[in-house]
């Protein structure tokens, strides 16, 4: 579904960062839900983050991988715990996918 236009200001808004993940493990009377422990570099430091990932990924899948991240989201509660920000992924109705980065780059590197 193709979404409203918005201007340049509003994208600008949006802090797209380099996320390393430290620690994964799936939460407690969860099926889907993976909490991580991201580090977003200088800026943020580390996070935690959960994403309805384990339907495609095992929190083993994830530790030590760097991804896209949305560092500035308004925190949201998901079972009854905090989440710091979102994962970016691919969401085609036949494939769900992430980014993998390069691992060489720096923690917390900005995204444009």
């Known amino acids: 579904m193709k979404k409203a236009i918005i201007n340049f200001v509003d994208f600008e808004k949006l802090d797209l960062r380099v996320g390393e993940v430290k ?3 799936m939460i ?3 099926k889907n839900i993976i909490k991580m422990m991201v580090d977003l570099g200088e800026d943020y430091g580390t ?3 959960l994403s309805g990932l384990a339907k495609y990924y095992t ?3 994830l530790i030590g991988n760097k991804y896209i991240f ?4 308004e925190s949201k509660k998901i079972m009854g715990k ?3 920000g979102m994962i970016m992924v691919a969401d085609d109705p036949e494939k769900f ?3 993998p980065l390069d691992k060489n780059l720096k923690n917390g590197t900005v995204i444009r």
Do not use: M, Q
């Open 23 to 25: 620690e994964a493990s």
């Open 59 to 61: 929190p083993e899948d």
């Open 70 to 73: 949305l560092a500035n989201l």
């Open 82 to 84: 905090d989440s710091n």
């Open 97 to 99: 996918a992430l980014f």
């Open 28 to 30: 407690e009377g969860s």
């Open 47 to 49: 996070v935690e983050i």
